[in-house]
C-alpha cells in the first residue's frame, strides 16, 4: 500500500523540485554551528599541546619513555630508579617489555598498574611522569583525523537529507551539533593527551554512528507508522532487556546498581520503547481518559479505574525497577516520563501530581530503611555534601567545586582540571563543562536544550497524527527530564541520580540513544503539514514546556548562586572525606593543588648558595663541581624522577626534612626548614588564598600567577655545608662503632647562626625512619648537662655579685674517702668524681678548671639559691623544673644534675653568649624573611664578667679535664667537660666551649655523646675533631 506521504515524495522526485526550504535554512544554521565547533576545537587543542615542545624535546634527548616504541628492558631502566634494587630494576623492566610486547598499542601508562614483578607492583606514580604512549605528533594526527571524522559526520547527514529531499526540521542537527560539540571538547581537556587514552576517539566515533542513525528517517521501514502498530512489542522487548539486566546486569565499581550489559547499557533503550508503547496506548485512549470518569464519585474527574491502572502500574514498575535496579536514575526518568505523558493526555495533572508524590515517597523510604545502598548513600550525599559517612562521598563537593571554580566566564576550554572530577566524562559532565566555560558555558547549553525542546514539542503539535504527537512528547520529554535530573543532582538541588547528561556525556550507548530519539523526531517532523493538527494537546503541551521552562530557570539560577554570587565561598570550602584507611580527613578544592603544583618550590641552599634541597634538577648540574669537592655523587644521591633532591640525605635531614614523605613535619619536637620555612618555599601561607587565581591558574600569560611565580621564594640557611658534610661523618665515623647515640652543634657566637647541626643515628634513605633515627638530638634532645651547666650556674653568681667569682669554698675528703663536701641542711654529702683527691679552698676559676662539684653545690646552696638559678636558666631557655623541685635538689642542681635537662643547641648558646662578650644570641638557622628567630641579641653578663669566664675555660683546656683531649691543638680553645649521671648505664659525655679563644671568625659548640662516659673521654675529642675540620675549612683560624 502506498500512502500519500510517499506519494508526495514521488511526485517531489518527478517534478525535479528544488533543494527543499528546510535543507536551505539548515545549510546557513549548520555552517554556523561547524564555525562555532571548529573555533573551539582549536581553542582546546591549543590548550592542551601547550607542552609539547618541551615533550619533543624531552623524547629526542631520552628523558621520557615512549611505551609504543619500547626495543629492549635495556632502554627502560634507566626511568626506573625509583626502584633502589638494581636486581628489582632489571626484573621490572623486562615486566614491562614482556607486556608491551603483548599489547601492542598501549592505549595509557595507567595500564602498568597491571605488572607484578618478584610479587611487587610498579613505583607507577613516581615513574608515570617520564612515561608516554604518543608522541605529540602521533596526538596532533589522531586530533586533527577524529575532529575531521565528527564534522564531517554532520554534514554527510545534511547532504544525504538533501540530495534525498528530505523536509525534516532544520534547527535539530545544528543543535546537535553544537551540543556534541561541547561534549567533543570536554573530552580533548579531560585527558592527557601524551599518556591518557583518548577519550575524544570513543565520543567522535559515538557521534559518527549517531550521525548514522539520524540517516534512519530516509529509510522506509522507519516510518512511524510501522511502529505504531506494534502495540504491545515495544512493551515485551523494554521487559526482556529489564529481566535480562535482573540477571545479567552489573554496576560501577563499588556499587551495587544493576545498569550494564557487558559495555552496553539496556536502560538507554528500554526508555525509548516505554515511549513507543505509551505512545500507542496513549494515542488510542487519550479520549476515554479524558471523557469517561469513574461513575461512582461523578463530581470529582476521576477517571475510570481501568483507564488508570497502566498508571499506577506504571508507577509501581518505576519502583520495582528502583529498588531491583538499585539505581535512582532509571526509576525516576521512566515514572515521570509516563506521567508527563499521562498528564497529556489526560489534560489534568492532579493524578500526575500524585505520581509524582509516590515516587518520591517510594525514594524516600527506601533511603529510611537503607534500600538500595547506592541509593542511600546518594541521598546522603546531597543531604550533607562536605561532611558525610560514605566512602567517594565528596562526588557532590567536586561538582559544587568544579562549578564555583568556573565563575562567569570560567577557565577557558582546555584550561582546567575536569580530570580531576569523579565521572566527569559520564555523569558529572556538566560540571567539567562549567570549570572551563563557567556559567556563560552552562547558561548556554540551558539556551541550546530549550531551542531543542521547543523544536520537538513543535513538532509534537504538528505531527500528523496521535500516535506520531506522543511519540514526539514523550521522546522530547525524555530529554529533557535526562537533563534536568542530572543538572539538578550535581547542582545539589536533588540527590544525583546517575543519569547522563544528553549528546554531552561520553556514554556510547546514551549517545546512540539520543540520537536515535532525534532520527523518530526529525521523520516525524518531514512529514509535518506545518499546521497546528492536535489543538486538544495544545494546552497540556503549554502546561509541560512552561514547567519544564520554570524548572530550568530554577536550575540556571542556582548555577549562578554557585558561580558568580558565592564562587569564591564554595571553591575555598573543604570537604571532610573518608579516606582508604578508614580516616575521615578535610580535603580541599584539587584546583588548588594544581594550582600550587605550577609554582615551582624554593630552593634550600646554604650559607654560600649551595643547594641543600631543590625541586629543579638543573640547580644540582649547576654545582655539580662544588658537590664532587665536598664527595657527593648528585647522580648516586638524587634521582631525576623525585620530586625533591637533596644531595646530602641524612647529613641534612634533622635540619631540613623530607618534603617527599613528610616524616615528622608536624611533630612538636622538630624544628624542619622545609616545614617552618612552607610559606617562603611554596609561595603563600595557606593554600586557601591561592582561590582569586584559580581559574585562570594554566594560562601563562596570566598577571597575577606572573606575578606569583616572580617572588623569590629561596630560603638560605646558616649552615655550611661543607662543615655540615663533615661533622655529619665525623658523628657517623665515631659513634657507630661505639654504638652510641650522640648530637652537636656549632654555631658562630657573635650572630648565632647554626653552622652545623648534627644527630646520630639520623633518618635512613630507604623506607620510613625509626623513632630513634628521626628524633633531632641537637636542637631536641634534653639531657642532664652534668658539669657543663656549672657555666649557668657562675653566671647566676656573677649576675648576683660580681664578687662571688673570687669566693672560696673547701673541698675535702669525707668519711668514706671519697673528695666533696657536706652542705648544711642536707643529709647527702656532695661528693667529686672517683679518684679526684680533695681541692682545698677553691675560687669559681679554679672549681671549673677541676670541675669540682663540691664547690659548685655550696655556691648554689649559700650564694645563687633556687630562685636565681631558675631565672638565670629561663633566660637562656633551660628547663630546670620549677622553683620548688631545684631547691629540693638545690646542691646538685647547681653542677646540673637534679631536675635540670638542656638540649645540645642550648648549651652551646651558653658558649656562644660567653665568647660574645656575655650577648646571647637567639640562635637561627635560616637568615632571610623566614627566618622566626630575629630577636636581638640579649645581655646576660656584662663583657668583664664573660672574660673571667673565657678565662676559666680556657684553663680547662690548657689545665684542667680537657687537657689531654685538647693537647696539642694549634687553635687556642675554651671549654667545659661534663659527666651527666643518669639513672641505668654510663654517664653522658659533654664538651661544651668555643675557639678561637679570641679573633673575629669563631665557632662555639656543644657536643652530647649518650652514655659515653666522662666528658674528656668522648665528647671532648669528637669536638676537637669539629674544631680542626672548621680550621681545615677555613672557617677559622688562630
Given at each position: 500500500?502506498?500512502?500519500?506521504?510517499?506519494?508526495?515524495?514521488?511526485?517531489?522526485?518527478?517534478?525535479?523540485?528544488?533543494?527543499?526550504?528546510?535543507?536551505?535554512?539548515?545549510?546557513?544554521?549548520?555552517?554556523?554551528?561547524?564555525?562555532?565547533?571548529?573555533?573551539?576545537?582549536?581553542?582546546?587543542?591549543?590548550?592542551?599541546?601547550?607542552?609539547?615542545?618541551?615533550?619533543?624535546?624531552?623524547?629526542?634527548?631520552?628523558?621520557?619513555?615512549?611505551?609504543?616504541?619500547?626495543?629492549?628492558?635495556?632502554?627502560?631502566?634507566?626511568?626506573?630508579?625509583?626502584?633502589?634494587?638494581?636486581?628489582?630494576?632489571?626484573?621490572?623492566?623486562?615486566?614491562?617489555?614482556?607486556?608491551?610486547?603483548?599489547?601492542?598499542?598501549?592505549?595509557?601508562?595507567?595500564?602498568?598498574?597491571?605488572?607484578?614483578?618478584?610479587?611487587?607492583?610498579?613505583?607507577?606514580?613516581?615513574?608515570?611522569?617520564?612515561?608516554?604512549?604518543?608522541?605529540?605528533?602521533?596526538?596532533?594526527?589522531?586530533?586533527?583525523?577524529?575532529?575531521?571524522?565528527?564534522?564531517?559526520?554532520?554534514?554527510?547527514?545534511?547532504?544525504?537529507?538533501?540530495?534525498?529531499?528530505?523536509?525534516?526540521?532544520?534547527?535539530?542537527?545544528?543543535?546537535?551539533?553544537?551540543?556534541?560539540?561541547?561534549g567533543l571538547m570536554l573530552a580533548v581537556s579531560l585527558r592527557d593527551p601524551l599518556r591518557d587514552t583518548l577519550e575524544?576517539?570513543?565520543?567522535?566515533?559515538?557521534?559518527?554512528?549517531?550521525?548514522?542513525?539520524?540517516?534512519?528517517?530516509?529509510?522506509?521501514?522507519?516510518?512511524?507508522?510501522?511502529?505504531?502498530?506494534?502495540?504491545?512489542?515495544?512493551?515485551?522487548?523494554?521487559?526482556?532487556?529489564?529481566?535480562?539486566?535482573?540477571?545479567?546486569?552489573?554496576?560501577?565499581?563499588?556499587?551495587?546498581?544493576?545498569?550494564?550489559?557487558?559495555?552496553?547499557?539496556?536502560?538507554?533503550?528500554?526508555?525509548?520503547?516505554?515511549?513507543?508503547?505509551?505512545?500507542?496506548?496513549?494515542?488510542?485512549?487519550?479520549?476515554?481518559?479524558?471523557?469517561?470518569?469513574?461513575?461512582?464519585?461523578?463530581?470529582?474527574?476521576?477517571?475510570?479505574?481501568?483507564?488508570?491502572?497502566?498508571?499506577?502500574?506504571?508507577?509501581?514498575?518505576?519502583?520495582?525497577?528502583?529498588?531491583?535496579?538499585?539505581?535512582?536514575?532509571?526509576?525516576?526518568?521512566?515514572?515521570?516520563?509516563?506521567?508527563?505523558?499521562?498528564?497529556?493526555?489526560?489534560?489534568?495533572?492532579?493524578?500526575?501530581?500524585?505520581?509524582?508524590?509516590?515516587?518520591?515517597?517510594?525514594?524516600?523510604?527506601?533511603?529510611?530503611?537503607?534500600?538500595?545502598?547506592?541509593?542511600?548513600?546518594?541521598?546522603?550525599?546531597?543531604?550533607?555534601?562536605?561532611?558525610?559517612?560514605?566512602?567517594?562521598?565528596?562526588?557532590?563537593?567536586?561538582?559544587?567545586?568544579?562549578?564555583?571554580?568556573?565563575?562567569?566566564?570560567?577557565?577557558?576550554?582546555?584550561?582546567?582540571?575536569?580530570?580531576?572530577?569523579?565521572?566527569?566524562?559520564?555523569?558529572?559532565?556538566?560540571?567539567?563543562?562549567?570549570?572551563?566555560?563557567?556559567?556563560?558555558?552552562?547558561?548556554?547549553?540551558?539556551?541550546?536544550?530549550?531551542?531543542?525542546?521547543?523544536?520537538?514539542?513543535?513538532?509534537?503539535?504538528?505531527?500528523?497524527?496521535?500516535?506520531?504527537?506522543?511519540?514526539?512528547?514523550?521522546?522530547?520529554?525524555?530529554?529533557?527530564?535526562?537533563?534536568?535530573?542530572?543538572?539538578?543532582?550535581?547542582?545539589?538541588?536533588?540527590?544525583?541520580?546517575?543519569?547522563?547528561?544528553?549528546?554531552?556525556?561520553?556514554?556510547?550507548?546514551?549517545?546512540?540513544?539520543?540520537?536515535?530519539?532525534?532520527?523518530?523526531?526529525?521523520?516525524?517532523?518531514?512529514?509535518?503539514?506545518?499546521?497546528?493538527?492536535?489543538?486538544?494537546?495544545?494546552?497540556?503541551?503549554?502546561?509541560?514546556?512552561?514547567?519544564?521552562?520554570?524548572?530550568?530557570?530554577?536550575?540556571?539560577?542556582?548555577?549562578?548562586?554557585?558561580?558568580?554570587?558565592?564562587?569564591?565561598?564554595?571553591?575555598?570550602?573543604?570537604?571532610?572525606?573518608?579516606?582508604?584507611?578508614?580516616?575521615?580527613?578535610?580535603?580541599?578544592?584539587?584546583?588548588?593543588?594544581?594550582?600550587?603544583?605550577?609554582?615551582?618550590?624554593?630552593?634550600?641552599?646554604?650559607?654560600?648558595?649551595?643547594?641543600?634541597?631543590?625541586?629543579?634538577?638543573?640547580?644540582?648540574?649547576?654545582?655539580?663541581?662544588?658537590?664532587?669537592?665536598?664527595?657527593?655523587?648528585?647522580?648516586?644521591?638524587?634521582?631525576?624522577?623525585?620530586?625533591?633532591?637533596?644531595?646530602?640525605?641524612?647529613?641534612?635531614?634533622?635540619?631540613?626534612?623530607?618534603?617527599?614523605?613528610?616524616?615528622?613535619?608536624?611533630?612538636?619536637?622538630?624544628?624542619?626548614?622545609?616545614?617552618?620555612?612552607?610559606?617562603?618555599?611554596?609561595?603563600?601561607?595557606?593554600?586557601?588564598?591561592?582561590?582569586?587565581?584559580?581559574?585562570?591558574?594554566?594560562?601563562?600569560?596570566?598577571?597575577?600567577?606572573?606575578?606569583?611565580?616572580?617572588?623569590d621564594r629561596s630560603v638560605r640557611s646558616t649552615i655550611d655545608a661543607r662543615l655540615q658534610q663533615r661533622v655529619a661523618?665525623?658523628?657517623?665515623?665515631?659513634?657507630?662503632?661505639?654504638?652510641?647515640?650522640?648530637?652537636?652543634?656549632?654555631?658562630?657566637?657573635?650572630?648565632?647562626?647554626?653552622?652545623?647541626?648534627?644527630?646520630?643515628?639520623?633518618?635512613?634513605?630507604?623506607?620510613?625512619?625509626?623513632?630513634?633515627?628521626?628524633?633531632?638530638?641537637?636542637?631536641?634532645?634534653?639531657?642532664?648537662?652534668?658539669?657543663?651547666?656549672?657555666?649557668?650556674?657562675?653566671?647566676?653568681?656573677?649576675?648576683?655579685?660580681?664578687?662571688?667569682?673570687?669566693?672560696?669554698?673547701?673541698?675535702?675528703?669525707?668519711?668514706?674517702?671519697?673528695?666533696?663536701?657536706?652542705?648544711?641542711?642536707?643529709?647527702?654529702?656532695?661528693?667529686?668524681?672517683?679518684?679526684?683527691?680533695?681541692?682545698?679552698?677553691?675560687?669559681?676559676?679554679?672549681?671549673?678548671?677541676?670541675?669540682?662539684?663540691?664547690?659548685?653545690?655550696?655556691?648554689?646552696?649559700?650564694?645563687?639559691?633556687?630562685?636565681?638559678?631558675?631565672?638565670?636558666?629561663?633566660?637562656?631557655?633551660?628547663?630546670?623544673?620549677?622553683?620548688?623541685?631545684?631547691?629540693?635538689?638545690?646542691?646538685?642542681?647547681?653542677?646540673?644534675?637534679?631536675?635540670?635537662?638542656?638540649?645540645?643547641?642550648?648549651?652551646?648558646?651558653?658558649?656562644?653568649?660567653?665568647?660574645?662578650?656575655?650577648?646571647?644570641?637567639?640562635?637561627?638557622?635560616?637568615?632571610?624573611?623566614?627566618?622566626?628567630?630575629?630577636?636581638?641579641?640579649?645581655?646576660?653578663?656584662?663583657?668583664?664578667?664573660?672574660?673571667?669566664?673565657?678565662?676559666?675555660?680556657?684553663?680547662?683546656?690548657?689545665?684542667?679535664?680537657?687537657?689531654?683531649?685538647?693537647?696539642?691543638?694549634?687553635?687556642?680553645?675554651?671549654?667545659?667537660?661534663?659527666?651527666?649521671?643518669?639513672?641505668?648505664?654510663?654517664?653522658?659525655?659533654?664538651?661544651?666551649?668555643?675557639?678561637?679563644?679570641?679573633?673575629?671568625?669563631?665557632?662555639?659548640?656543644?657536643?652530647?655523646?649518650?652514655?659515653?662516659?666522662?666528658?674528656?673521654?668522648?665528647?671532648?675529642?669528637?669536638?676537637?675533631?669539629?674544631?680542626?675540620?672548621?680550621?681545615?675549612?677555613?672557617?677559622?683560624?688562630?
Amino acid at each position: 500500500m502506498i500512502t500519500k506521504s510517499w506519494e508526495r515524495e514521488i511526485s517531489i522526485k518527478l517534478a525535479g523540485e528544488t533543494t527543499p526550504a528546510e535543507r536551505r535554512i539548515e545549510l546557513r544554521w549548520l555552517a554556523g554551528a561547524s564555525v562555532l565547533v571548529a573555533c573551539g576545537l582549536v581553542l582546546v587543542g591549543a590548550a592542551k599541546v601547550r607542552d609539547f615542545g618541551e615533550a619533543s624535546a624531552r623524547l629526542a634527548a631520552g628523558d621520557l619513555l615512549n611505551l609504543n616504541s619500547l626495543t629492549d628492558a635495556e632502554h627502560i631502566q634507566p626511568f626506573l630508579l625509583a626502584i633502589t634494587d638494581r636486581d628489582s630494576r632489571a626484573l621490572a623492566a623486562q615486566a614491562i617489555l614482556d607486556y608491551v610486547e603483548s599489547h601492542p598499542d598501549v592505549a595509557n601508562d595507567g595500564a602498568l598498574a597491571r605488572i607484578r614483578f618478584d610479587g611487587d607492583r610498579l613505583p607507577l606514580p613516581k615513574i608515570k611522569p617520564l612515561l608516554v604512549v604518543r608522541t605529540p605528533r602521533e596526538f596532533l594526527v589522531q586530533y586533527t583525523l577524529w575532529c575531521l571524522i565528527y564534522v564531517t559526520s554532520f554534514w554527510m547527514v545534511h547532504l544525504l537529507w538533501r540530495w534525498r529531499q528530505f523536509r525534516g526540521d532544520p534547527e535539530l542537527l545544528p543543535v546537535l551539533h553544537l551540543l556534541t560539540g561541547i561534549g567533543l571538547m570536554l573530552a580533548v581537556s579531560l585527558r592527557d593527551p601524551l599518556r591518557d587514552t583518548l577519550e575524544f576517539r570513543k565520543f567522535a566515533w559515538g557521534v559518527a554512528l549517531g550521525c548514522a542513525l539520524l540517516l534512519l528517517p530516509l529509510l522506509r521501514f522507519f516510518h512511524h507508522q510501522n511502529f505504531a502498530k506494534l502495540t504491545y512489542t515495544p512493551l515485551f522487548a523494554a521487559l526482556g532487556l529489564f529481566l535480562l539486566l535482573l540477571v545479567r546486569g552489573t554496576g560501577p565499581t563499588g556499587s551495587d546498581a544493576k545498569v550494564n550489559l557487558g559495555p552496553f547499557q539496556p536502560v538507554e533503550l528500554i526508555k525509548v520503547l516505554l515511549v513507543l508503547f505509551l505512545a500507542g496506548y496513549f494515542s488510542r485512549k487519550w479520549e476515554w481518559l479524558r471523557e469517561l470518569n469513574q461513575r461512582k464519585i461523578p463530581w470529582v474527574p476521576v477517571p475510570r479505574l481501568a483507564h488508570a491502572v497502566p498508571v499506577m502500574t506504571g508507577v509501581a514498575g518505576a519502583l520495582v525497577m528502583f529498588f531491583v535496579l538499585k539505581d535512582m536514575g532509571p526509576a525516576l526518568v521512566t515514572g515521570f516520563l509516563l506521567l508527563v505523558m499521562f498528564a497529556a493526555a489526560r489534560n489534568r495533572s492532579g493524578l500526575a501530581l500524585a505520581g509524582v508524590i509516590v515516587l518520591v515517597a517510594g525514594v524516600t523510604a527506601g533511603y529510611r530503611y537503607g534500600k538500595p545502598k547506592t541509593v542511600v548513600e546518594r541521598v546522603s550525599m546531597w543531604l550533607s555534601p562536605w561532611d558525610n559517612d560514605v566512602r567517594g562521598g565528596d562526588q557532590l563537593a567536586h561538582s559544587l567545586w568544579a562549578f564555583s571554580t568556573g565563575g562567569l566566564t570560567g577557565s577557558g576550554p582546555g584550561w582546567g582540571d575536569p580530570e580531576v572530577i569523579p565521572a566527569g566524562h559520564t555523569d558529572l559532565v556538566l560540571p567539567a563543562i562549567a570549570e572551563e566555560w563557567g556559567f556563560v558555558g552552562v547558561v548556554t547549553i540551558g539556551l541550546l536544550f530549550v531551542l531543542l525542546l521547543r523544536r520537538v514539542f513543535l513538532i509534537a503539535l504538528r505531527a500528523p497524527d496521535e500516535f506520531a504527537m506522543f511519540v514526539a512528547l514523550g521522546l522530547g520529554a525524555l530529554l529533557a527530564l535526562e537533563m534536568l535530573l542530572i543538572s539538578g543532582g550535581v547542582l545539589g538541588a536533588i540527590p544525583l541520580s546517575g543519569v547522563v547528561s544528553p549528546f554531552l556525556s561520553a556514554g556510547n550507548t546514551a549517545m546512540l540513544a539520543n540520537f536515535l530519539i532525534i532520527a523518530f523526531i526529525a521523520g516525524i517532523s518531514s512529514r509535518s503539514s506545518g499546521k497546528l493538527l492536535h489543538p486538544p494537546f495544545l494546552r497540556p503541551v503549554r502546561g509541560i514546556s512552561i514547567t519544564l521552562a520554570a524548572l530550568t530557570a530554577a536550575l540556571a539560577a542556582r548555577a549562578g548562586y554557585i558561580q558568580v554570587l558565592h564562587g569564591p565561598e564554595f571553591m575555598i570550602r573543604d570537604a571532610r572525606v573518608i579516606e582508604q584507611d578508614g580516616v575521615k580527613r578535610p580535603q580541599v578544592n584539587p584546583r588548588l593543588h594544581s594550582l600550587a603544583a605550577e609554582i615551582p618550590r624554593g630552593t634550600i641552599s646554604d650559607r654560600g648558595g649551595i643547594p641543600l634541597a631543590t625541586s629543579d634538577w638543573r640547580e644540582l648540574e649547576a654545582h655539580r663541581a662544588d658537590y664532587e669537592k665536598l664527595g657527593v655523587s648528585i647522580d648516586e644521591a638524587c634521582t631525576r624522577i623525585e620530586s625533591r633532591h637533596y644531595p646530602f640525605g641524612a647529613a641534612t635531614a634533622h635540619l631540613l626534612g623530607d618534603l617527599r614523605t613528610g616524616e615528622n613535619f608536624h611533630a612538636s619536637n622538630a624544628s624542619l626548614i622545609e616545614h617552618d620555612s612552607n610559606a617562603r618555599l611554596q609561595g603563600y601561607s595557606d593554600i586557601h588564598d591561592l582561590a582569586p587565581l584559580v581559574r585562570a591558574r594554566h594560562q601563562p600569560f596570566n598577571p597575577g600567577m606572573r606575578a606569583l611565580l616572580s617572588k623569590d621564594r629561596s630560603v638560605r640557611s646558616t649552615i655550611d655545608a661543607r662543615l655540615q658534610q663533615r661533622v655529619a661523618q665525623l658523628m657517623k665515623k665515631t659513634l657507630q662503632p661505639a654504638r652510641k647515640d650522640g648530637a652537636l652543634v656549632v654555631l658562630e657566637p657573635e650572630t648565632g647562626d647554626v653552622l652545623a647541626l648534627a644527630s646520630y643515628p639520623s633518618p635512613g634513605s630507604a623506607g620510613l625512619s625509626t623513632p630513634e633515627e628521626l628524633l633531632d638530638r641537637a636542637r631536641y634532645g634534653q639531657y642532664p648537662p652534668g658539669s657543663t651547666f656549672k657555666l649557668v650556674t657562675a653566671i647566676a653568681a656573677l649576675r648576683i655579685d660580681p664578687k662571688l667569682a673570687d669566693r672560696k669554698y673547701e673541698c675535702r675528703r669525707l668519711p668514706d674517702g671519697r673528695a666533696g663536701a657536706v652542705v648544711d641542711g642536707w643529709r647527702r654529702p656532695i661528693r667529686d668524681d672517683i679518684g679526684d683527691h680533695p681541692h682545698g679552698a677553691l675560687s669559681m676559676k679554679q672549681a671549673l678548671t677541676v670541675s669540682c662539684n663540691a664547690y659548685f653545690a655550696q655556691l648554689g646552696t649559700y650564694d645563687v639559691g633556687a630562685r636565681s638559678l631558675h631565672d638565670t636558666a629561663a633566660l637562656f631557655e633551660i628547663p630546670a623544673g620549677d622553683v620548688s623541685e631545684i631547691a629540693k635538689m638545690m646542691p646538685f642542681s647547681s653542677y646540673g644534675q637534679g631536675p635540670v635537662l638542656v638540649t645540645p643547641f642550648k648549651m652551646a648558646r651558653v658558649a656562644a653568649t660567653i665568647a660574645a662578650g656575655g650577648k646571647m644570641p637567639q640562635g637561627r638557622w635560616t637568615m632571610d624573611e623566614s627566618n622566626s628567630r630575629a630577636q636581638p641579641a640579649q645581655e646576660m653578663i656584662p663583657p668583664e664578667h664573660a672574660a673571667f669566664l673565657t678565662s676559666a675555660m680556657r684553663s680547662v683546656v690548657t689545665d684542667g679535664t680537657a687537657r689531654r683531649a685538647m693537647k696539642g691543638l694549634d687553635i687556642a680553645v675554651a671549654g667545659k667537660t661534663g659527666t651527666a649521671q643518669v639513672g641505668e648505664g654510663a654517664p653522658h659525655s659533654w664538651f661544651a666551649g668555643f675557639a678561637p679563644v679570641s679573633g673575629e671568625h669563631r665557632i662555639a659548640f656543644a657536643v652530647v655523646v649518650e652514655h659515653g662516659g666522662y666528658g674528656s673521654q668522648f665528647a671532648a675529642p669528637l669536638a676537637r675533631q669539629v674544631i680542626e675540620a672548621a680550621r681545615d675549612l677555613g672557617i677559622i683560624q688562630q
